[in-house]
């Protein structure tokens, strides 16, 4: 009886390991295609973009359904302007992110964390994809679409020296 109680847990444990990206939202989570690579679907189906800043750290939240263990999550990039399609369909994308947290055996946990985006580089349409591997050798995706822009362009720098030789000038003139 101990045998089959203990047998039954190592299962719900496995089949319980999972990774939902709640903020933003992701391309959605499906549980029983968590661990198809590289986004947790099957098939993969490009999901709604959010914009971030080009070498910025935007904060996303997830939860560990089933920690499997405990594990290390880590992000990981597929960008357009790098050649890659809009849906990247590698197990894993080429980018290594910034971002690899070890997280503890607690089932069923919120984690705010932080990633950082891509260089200038990589501006335009790009895929986040986030690994959860467990301490019991599985492994689970998440992806979010991403816009990377690029607000350093030269207007806004050319305002910018326009604010500060102003704000010069009037310097001088008070004095």
Known sequence: MKLQLLVLALFLGVALGQLVLTNPSGRGFVSGDATHAPCGQSPSAVGAQVAWEHDTNQEIEIQIIGAGGGGVIEDRWSCALNGAP???VEPLYPIEGAMKVALPNRDFQIYRLYVRTPSIRCTGDATMQLIYATQNGQEYFQCQDVLITNSNSAST??????????AFAALLVVL
């Open 157 to 166: 720098l050319l305002s910018g020296a326009a604010i500060a030789i102003s």
């Open 86 to 88: 809009a849906n990247n």
